[in-house]
């Protein structure tokens, strides 16, 4: 069973920068392609970037040319992809989740990590 976690949220202020790191164990050979999702408070769900092993990745409108999801890499049992955020926002502000998707079965979600845009 896979397992995801998220991690480099944080508080920053309009304009800063954050890198967070999303890291899948359990299978994740299969993995081929991950994703990061945020929902802000009392709205749904969004996606806001994707990868796919050997694509190129896909962005929000909202979020191009400011953020930036790195390609998937696995070594020792690990597969990770990382979300560089320059430039934020105030709307930027949610939790953010990572969500790595195998080639068969279900796909995984983390726990989530809170990016709070503030002065």
């Known amino acids: 069973q896979m397992q995801v976690v998220e991690s480099g949220g944080g508080l920053v202020q309009p304009g800063g920068s954050l890198r967070l790191s999303c890291a899948a164990s359990g299978s994740v050979f299969s993995i081929y392609a991950m994703a990061w999702y945020r929902q802000a408070p009392g709205k749904q769900r969004e996606l806001v970037a994707t990868i796919r092993r050997s694509s190129s990745a896909n962005y929000a409108d909202s979020v191009k040319g400011r953020f930036t999801i790195s390609s998937i890499s696995s070594d020792n049992g690990k597969t990770t992809t990382y979300l560089q955020m320059n430039s934020l926002k105030f709307e930027d502000t949610a939790v953010y989740y990572c969500?790595?998707?195998?080639?068969?079965?279900?796909?995984?979600w983390g726990q989530g990590t809170q990016v709070t845009v503030s002065s």
């Open positions: 969500n790595a998707e195998p080639a068969a079965g279900p796909s995984a």
